[in-house]
């Protein structure tokens, strides 16, 4: 059985919405990674153990299969009741797209409408600080990550007027996270969020297995959490489900895990998968067997009721009874008491 703390995933899941939600769902990851790729400017102003996980998605419906967003909220030290929000747009893709940033202006466009909602009608709205992180499965970034590098600014302008148009201009800027293809040592931030975003990074590819392999250090640094083997146990589930090679070579891939914890956590694992399906599949087998069951009954009623009134039948008269449909048979088995022969059993049958 999955240990506390540890998630499985069935094919009718999205593994990689449930794996970021499970890793940067904790607080602690949350905030570890927030204040990694934050400017300095506002690490000291930052309570960061005061981090929470706020409520609500934001991505565009038609976006989710390829989207994940969280929204997280912290005060701000010695400023009353004001918040800073840390919204995530994780993308599960490896080409950044050139309206990234329009979309994540939506975005923050709808969570400040979402929390003017929530704010009483009667008291002034001001709307808090977001930053926005794009956290992107690609090796490289060259997209804009403001608007302002977005706008169309003719080539004759000052300085200040170009001063002047991105003063006016709502600048909803984001930073990007880019995930480093075979380098996740570069990540920063807490070692379960690293190695959650360069597992992804790694399966992705295909490479699920050489990532246990290639990278023992951050593998060691995860093993010293608390629940470890919890930890580990989601990951290599999620190795599994969305890494085919590995699921389809399990064994092999096993036997190549080099070290001894890791290899007899993944055996576990593997096995429970299997029972897993193994269980499913008897279940399957059992509603099939009821089903027949159940129509071989109806025959046997249908039958009992001719041999009642009208003797034994021939074989061959049974035969065609067994093979009707299901709803030729119930209607034959209402007329059963109408026949007075087999001849009208023949001709009730050979209109059918």
């Given at each position: ?7 499985t ?22 905030s ?41 909220k ?36 709808d ?55 991105f ?45 246990f ?11 010293k959490?608390q ?54 599949g ?12 159940i ?58």
């Open positions: 059985m999955p240990e506390e703390n540890e998630i995933f069935d094919k009718v899941d999205k593994p990689h919405d449930r794996l970021i939600k499970w890793s940067f769902g904790r607080s602690y990851v949350a570890a990674h927030c204040r990694a790729y934050c400017p300095d400017v506002f690490v000291p102003i930052v309570d960061w153990d005061g981090l929470t996980t706020h409520p609500g998605s934001f991505v565009d419906p038609e976006l989710t299969e390829s989207h994940t967003d969280l929204l997280f912290a005060p701000l030290v010695q400023s009353g009741d004001s918040a800073i929000y840390f919204y995530f747009l994780i993308e599960h893709i490896t080409n950044p797209k050139a309206d990234t940033i329009l979309r994540l202006a939506e975005y923050k466009l969570i400040w409408r979402s929390l003017r909602q929530q704010s009483p009608k009667n008291e002034a709205f001001q709307i808090p600080i977001i930053l926005a992180y794009v956290i992107h499965q690609g090796s490289t970034w060259n997209m804009p990550t403001r608007i302002s590098e977005m706008l169309e600014i003719p080539e004759s302008a000052t300085e200040e007027l170009r001063a002047s148009i003063e006016l201009e709502l600048d909803m800027g984001c930073l990007p996270v880019v995930v480093p293809k075979g380098q996740p040592e570069q990540l920063k931030g807490h070692i379960l969020g690293r190695v959650t975003l360069a597992i992804m990074s790694a399966a992705r590819e295909n490479r699920a297995l050489e990532f392999n290639e990278h023992g250090a951050m593998i060691s640094e995860l093993l959490e629940d470890s083997m919890a930890l580990l146990g989601t990951l290599l589930r999620y190795m599994f489900q969305v890494d085919n090679r590995s699921w389809n070579h399990r064994q092999e891939v096993i036997e190549t895990i080099e070290d001894k914890q890791i290899q007899s956590k993944a055996m576990s694992i593997a096995e429970q998968l299997e029972a897993k399906g193994i269980e499913k008897i279940e399957k087998g059992i509603e099939k067997g009821i089903e027949k069951g129509e071989k009954g109806r025959v046997g009623v249908a039958l009992a009721l001719l041999e009642g009134s009208l003797g034994d039948l021939p074989n061959e008269l049974k035969e065609r009874i067994a093979g009707l449909d299901f709803e030729v048979l119930l209607l034959f088995i209402r007329n059963a008491g109408n026949f007075g022969s087999v001849a009208d059993v023949e001709n009730w049958l050979n209109e059918r």
